[in-house]
């Protein structure tokens, strides 16, 4: 038994004067044949899809200007996304640095008066305001920090090991 078949055969003339009728051409002659069989297949997808958009167009008049806008919003997106991979390091960094700034304050080294000779390393600073310089860090022999200070120092070195 075979598959009963109405075909209906029309001709199409394109002009190749015509710049429309032209393009028309050159996409038939182009066309990924994988994907169309032949010019029938083509023509009939080209049809379908242009009367369906035109439909689509009709019923919702802002429908190509969202999809401008969705477009828009999806590259501002990605634009984000692009900029916070990039700047999360130093965001991160920053935190860490506020949960250690406790930590900092319970160390110190000896204060520069007592030993002229060691060169200081002006860039760091102890909590106490005191320069630090390149000597063995030491405890200070201040009383021990409190049970808050000493479980936000806690916090801030299991948050470090987490890398």
């Known amino acids: ?8 055969n029309t001709n199409i003339r394109l002009n190749l004067t015509d710049p429309a009728d032209q393009e028309a ?25 242009h009367f369906r958009r035109e439909e689509a167009i009709a019923s919702d008049p802002y429908l190509e200007t969202r999809q401008k806008e969705d477009l828009f919003l ?18 991160v960094m920053n935190s860490l640095m506020e949960l250690l700034r406790p930590a900092a304050s319970c160390i110190a080294l000896p204060s520069i008066a007592s030993d002229q000779s060691k060169p200081v390393d002006s860039a760091l600073i102890s909590g106490k305001g005191q320069f630090v310089t390149n000597a063995p860090w030491q405890a200070v022999s201040d009383p021990l920090p409190d049970a808050d200070q000493e479980e ?3 916090d801030a070195l299991d948050f470090a090991d987490s890398f």
């Not at 038994?1 to 209906?8: F, L, T």
């Not at 050159?26 to 899809?49: F, G, I, P, T």
């Open 1 to 8: 038994m075979s598959k009963e078949r109405k075909i209906i």
């Open 25 to 49: 051409w050159e996409h038939l002659q182009h066309m990924d044949r994988k994907k169309y069989k032949s010019y029938s297949r083509a023509v009939v997808a080209s049809l379908n899809d």
């Open 74 to 91: 999806q590259r501002v997106l990605e634009t984000i996304e692009t900029g916070a991979k990039q700047s999360m390091p130093m965001v």
């Open 152 to 154: 936000s120092l806690d």
